[in-house]
């Protein structure tokens, strides 16, 4: 069983800076690509970013590239996404993704399991 718990969500003005937190286990870490995917009201969960399995190499979506930095500390088993330069169309469930493959690079790359989503709101 995949855990992933997500932390750091919350209300923030536009411009302003969040950091979202994934804490997963060793065996997942080691196994599986990471990710971040968002859902504003709506049907779709759309990719904000991803890395290999490695950690090596990241992926953005271009609204986010420039903005958002997804990284990992293999100490502490935690997948980050680092969110500056906030606008009011970033907000959305924000979801931590893991991925049974060598990378989360897409809309493509189906992740196999998600956690429970985090919140963030950016207001104008």
């Known amino acids: 069983q995949v855990q992933l718990v997500e932390s750091g969500g919350g209300l923030v003005q536009a411009g302003g800076s969040l950091r979202l937190s994934c804490a997963t286990s060793g065996r997942t870490f080691s196994r599986y690509a990471m990710g971040w995917f968002r859902q504003a009201p709506g049907p779709e969960r759309e990719f904000v970013a991803g890395?290999?399995?490695?950690?090596?190499?990241?992926y953005y979506a271009d609204s986010v590239k420039g903005r958002f930095t997804i990284s990992r500390d293999s100490a502490k088993i935690t997948v980050y996404l680092q969110m500056n330069s906030l606008k009011p169309e970033d907000t959305a469930v924000y979801y931590c993704?893991?991925?049974?493959?060598?990378?989360?690079?897409?809309?493509?790359?189906?992740?196999?399991?998600w956690g429970q989503g985090t919140q963030v709101t950016v207001s104008s």
């Open positions: 993704a893991a991925r049974d493959g060598l990378a989360i690079s897409s809309e493509s790359m189906k992740p196999d399991y």
């Open positions: 890395m290999t399995r490695s950690g090596g190499i990241t």
